[in-house]
């Protein structure tokens, strides 16, 4: 009997049997590990994502970076905008008299990237909405053009109203310029300084890197005056007539912000979104025009 268990165990281990089956379990450890993996970096993702990047922070302000393809506030609460993640990262900032809980005082489009700047108190906020209303904040940002300018600097002065045409009805919050449209209602001077700071390619087709300042605070006024010169933002659904589709984002950062007031100083610069680099290298520079450490002083004097 005995001999014959041996026998059997002999023959059991002399087909290979059970090198498949270890091979079997490490192939399902490999799996196991990897599976655990993949939920720690969806948590971790999923943290950030739910959370604002905080750029600086007083009694007085909160200075975030905005995510781009997110709106500031909505009526509908069950959109994720930064309303709704502020209200759990920082509910003691919270005003229960607000509408939106927060005092928004300047705003990005949905599509924009960089810098907000929160006032976190009424006086904060009612100072900080005369800056902006007097014209003397400062913003600059940055963007990659379609196509290859035939400028180093320009100023764009072109009127911007509503858009009533038909064909946008689709899109209610289209600008146009009493340019394009002569059914433009209610059209505001716009003013917005150009400086270009390099040339070269994204996925192979040529793009201009710019500086931009917007003198005047129009809806849309750095997307429609981009547009309104042949050069629209790589990425911009809308004023590309919905033809840009191929980039992950619209190519428009708010990089630095200079808001004049009488509590404390606020002058904030982001990282650079559009380097080579940034952009896994679909982004190709051949020609630099101007470097972004002299670029502010640049446009302000002209």
Known sequence: MIDEIVDRIVQFFSTGLVEKIIKAFLVLCDRFVSFILSLCEGNNYKKKDETVDVLYSSGNFLVINKKHDLLINSNDTKKKTVQTIMRKQFPEYVQDNLTHDFYFAHRLDFATS?????????????????????????????????????????????AIGECEDIRFKDTSKKMCTI???????????????????????YNGKPVTKVLLRPITG???????????????????????????????????????????????????QTEDPFTEKALKYKWKVVEQVNAVGNAFDLIDSF
């Open 179 to 201: 340019l394009e449209d002569e059914l433009c209602q209610n059209p505001r001077r716009s003013i917005t300084k150009v400086l270009v700071l390099d040339r070269g390619y």
């Open 218 to 268: 129009r809806r849309h006024q750095l997307r429609l005056h981009c547009s309104q010169i042949g050069h629209v933002i790589v990425g911009d659904y809308t004023y590309s007539l919905k033809i840009d589709t191929s980039p992950p984002r619209m190519f428009l950062h708010a990089f630095r912000l200079v808001l004049p007031n009488s509590f404390e100083n606020i002058d904030i």
């Open 114 to 158: 960089g810098i907000l700047c929160i006032p976190l108190n009424k006086n904060a906020c009612k100072e900080v909405c005369q800056v902006f209303e007097e014209q003397r904040a400062r913003k600059y940002y940055l963007a990659l053009l379609r196509g290859h300018t035939d400028f180093d600097e320009e100023v764009i002065d072109i």
